[in-house]
């Protein structure tokens, strides 16, 4: 059984910075891809970013492009997206996810295990 739990949300300022922190149980954790994705209120949840097992490759969506880096610590079981210039578009429920078959990384039927989520909100 693989457990994924978010951490690091919180209310940030327009302009301001947060890291979002992926923790997993389970020593596979380092073969897989993992994926972060948002969803806001009344809306789709939507592909952020993801990262290969190895952490030599990396995604994101155009929206965060230049603004968000994920990275990984496979020693630790953790992935991270450090998250800059946060826009309050940026408010949602970030969850991070595995990917199951390793690629499609921006398509959420690749993914099959996730964290329940974890919340930031970013005032203007």
């Known amino acids: 059984q693989v457990q994924l739990v978010e951490s690091g949300g919180e209310l940030v300022q327009a302009g301001g910075s947060l890291r979002l922190s992926c923790t997993a149980s389970?020593?596979?954790?380092?073969?897989?891809?993992i994926g972060w994705f948002r969803q806001a209120p009344g809306k789709e949840r939507e592909f952020v970013a993801a990262i290969r097992w190895s952490g030599g490759t990396t995604q994101y969506a155009g929206s965060v492009k230049g603004r968000f880096t994920i990275s990984r610590d496979n020693a630790k079981n953790t992935v991270y997206l450090e998250m800059n210039n946060l826009k309050s578009e940026d408010t949602a429920v970030y969850y991070c996810a595995r990917n199951v078959y390793n690629s499609d990384w921006q398509r959420r039927e690749m993914y099959d295990y996730w964290g329940q989520g974890t919340q930031v909100t970013v005032s203007s």
């Open positions: 389970g020593r596979t954790f380092s073969m897989y891809t």
